[in-house]
Nanobody
Framework: QVQLVESGGGLAQAGGSLRLSCAASGGTFSTYVMGWFRQAPGKERGFVAA????????YYVDSVKGRFTISRDTAKNTVYLQMNSLKPEDTAVYYC?????????????????WGQGTQVTVSS
């Protein structure tokens, strides 16, 4: 049973930065894909970024390219989401999730395990 614990959310001003962390445990991660998703009030949960646990391939939704960076520390079993140049429209609850294999990496329905979420609020 994989467990994911997010941290690092909070309040930031527009143009500011936050770094989210997702600590993973309970699994063998070599073939896993780690994803970050977000859900704003009244909206569906949407893909933000993903990274393969082994290797360095990363994927982003267009709206965060050039502003957000996903990375992982295999020694700490932790995935990060560095968020720069934050905008009010980035306000949402952010979730990390894990799946086995790259197919449908942007589809939240393909992920098996989820963290509890962390709130990110960006003020204008």
């Amino acid at each position: 049973q994989v467990q994911l614990v997010e941290s690092g959310g909070g309040l930031a001003q527009a143009g500011g930065s936050l770094r989210l962390s997702c600590a993973a445990s309970g699994g063998t991660f070599s073939t896993y894909v780690m994803g970050w998703f977000r859900q704003a009030p009244g909206k569906e949960r949407g893909f933000v970024a993903a990274i393969r646990w082994s290797g360095s391939l990363t994927y982003y939704v267009d709206s965060v390219k050039g502003r957000f960076t996903i990375s992982r520390d295999t020694a700490k079993n932790t995935v990060y989401l560095q968020m720069n140049s934050l905008k009010p429209e980035d306000t949402a609850v952010y979730y990390c999730a894990v799946k086995d294999g790259m197919i449908a990496y942007s589809d939240p329905g393909s992920y098996v395990y989820w963290g509890q979420g962390t709130q990110v609020t960006v003020s204008s």
